[in-house]
C-alpha cells in the first residue's frame, strides 16, 4: 500500500506548521502536500508547553495554541488542514527513509513517497540512561518535549502540591519548569553542573540577577553537581534524589531537563551530517537536491556569525521552514537564507531577549537592581551580540537592528556608558538596511548603497540620449 505526494513533511512540530503555512500561502494545489506526524494532533506552539500550559490557573489548551499563533497570524486546526486539502497522517513514525528512490515507509506499513521532502524531525530529550543513572520509567520523573509530556507534569505537579520538586538541569526547560512549579506551590530545587545558569548564554552577571530572583520566589539552587541515583518506594515511586557531592534531596516530582538530540537517524549515511544535525546550504537544501531540512535537525551557515550553526529555538524553526518552502516553489525568487539568531525567555514577571552570538567581550549596562538591563557582546571590534530584559517593543527591535548592523566599536567604555541608548542611536541613523521578509520570516537585507542606483540610472539615460541622437542623424540624412 502506497501514496504519492509532491512535498511531504516528516515531523510535526512548529516547523511542519509553518510550512504547512507558507505551502498555502504560495498556492500549493489540493492532495500535493502530506505532513507525518508520531504526535496525535496537528503541530502546535511548542514553547507553550514550558509556559502557559503548566499554569495552575487558566492554563493554555489546544486548540488555542496551534500553529500559526506564535506569529500572531491564523489558528491552524486540524480543519484547517482539511480546508486546504492537507493530508495528515498523524499518530506514526516514518521507520525507515530512501532519499535515492524518494521514498518513506511508515511504521504502519505505509510507503509513502515524493518529489521535494522537508525534514522537520526536531530532536528528542537526553535521557538520564545516556549519562548512566536509571529510573526515567518512574512515574514521578517528568521530562517536557511534546504534549503528552506535558499533560503527565501537569498531573504530577497536581497531586504534589506542598511537595518537593527536584529540576535536574539549569538551561531552558529547567529554569522555565523551576517556575511554574513554585508557581504551582511546589518547593523547587534546581540542580547542575555548571556555575551558574544558562551557562551557554547568560554571563555570570546576568546569571546572578535572575538566580536572586529565582531564590525571592522560593527557588533553591545547587550547582557544580549532578545527579548520582535515585531512592524508590515499593510503588517505584522516586522518594529522593542523590547527588554526586553526597547531598540528598527528597523529591515528590523530578523534572529532567538535561538537553536534546536532534532526530537524524533516518537519514544517516544517506545525507551530510554537520554540528549533530543535517547540514543544509543557504536555502534549507541537503547534500540531496531533493531533501531541505529545517529547525533543531537543521546545520546551516548563519551568515553574520560567518560559521554553520544548529539553532534550538522556535525562531529559527519558523523561518527556516518558511524558508524552506519558499526555495521549494519559487527557487529563482528565493534569495539565501540571511538569519539573526534570537533566543528569548519569559518567566514570572521577567522577559528578555537575545540576539546575535555571545562571543568577545561583555559590556554590561543599565540597572542590575531594577527592571532593565542589558549586555552587548564585542569581537574583533564590532557589536556581535546584544540581550535585554524588561525591554519595550521598540528596544527590542533597536538592540536587534544594531546587532544585524555590527557597528565598530572603538571605546568600550563609552558603549558602557551609553548602554541602550547606543542601541537606540545606531538603528536610528540612515543606513542602507531595511526589513523584509526571508522566507516567510523577518530578517534583515542590506541593499546596495544608492549611489549604485544612481549609476544604473545613469547609464540608462545616457543610453536613451545616444539611441536618440542616432534616431535623430538618421532622420536628418533622409532629409
Known sequence: MGRAFVYVVVGGGVAAGYAAHEFVKRGVSRGELCIVSEETVAPYERPALSKGYLLPEAPARLPSFHCCVGSNEERLTSKWYKEHGIELILGTWVKSADVRRKTLLTATGETISYKYLIVATGARALKLEEFGVNGSDAANVCYLRDLADADRLVNVMKSSTGGNAVVIGGGYIGMECAASLVINKLNATMVFPEAHCMARLFTPKIAGYYEDFYQSKGVKFIKGTVLASFDFNSDGKVTAVNLRDGSKLPADLVVVGIG??????????????????????????????????????????????????????????????????????????????????????????????????????????????????????????????????????????????????KPKIDDLAEVERQGLGFALSVSQKPSFARTADVGGGTGMIIEKPTYAWHATAGVILAASIAAFAYWYGRRRRRW
Open 260 to 405: 536534546i538530540r536532534p532526530n537524524t537517524s533516518l537519514f544517516e549515511g544517506q545525507l551530510t551530517l554537520e554540528k549533530g544535525g543535517i547540514k543544509v546550504n543557504a536555502k534549507m537544501q541537503s547534500s540531496n537536491n531533493s531533501v531541505f531540512a529545517v529547525g533543531d535537525v537543521a546545520a546551516f551557515p548563519v551568515k553574520v556569525v560567518g560559521e554553520t550553526r544548529r539553532l534550538e529555538h522556535v525562531d529559527a524553526a519558523r523561518k527556516s521552514a518558511r524558508h524552506a518552502v519558499a526555495a521549494i516553489m519559487d527557487p529563482e525568487r528565493t534569495g539565501e537564507f540571511d538569519y539573526l539568531p534570537f533566543f528569548y525567555s519569559r518567566v514570572f514577571t521577567l522577559s528578555w531577549q537575545f540576539y546575535g552570538d555571545n562571543a568577545g567581550e561583555v559590556i554590561h549596562f543599565g540597572d542590575f537592581s531594577g527592571n532593565t538591563f542589558g549586555a552587548y557582546w564585542v569581537h574583533k571590534g564590532c557589536l556581535v551580540g546584544s540581550f535585554l530584559e524588561g525591554g519595550t517593543k521598540e528596544q527590542y527591535e533597536a538592540i536587534a537592528h544594531a546587532t544585524r548592523l
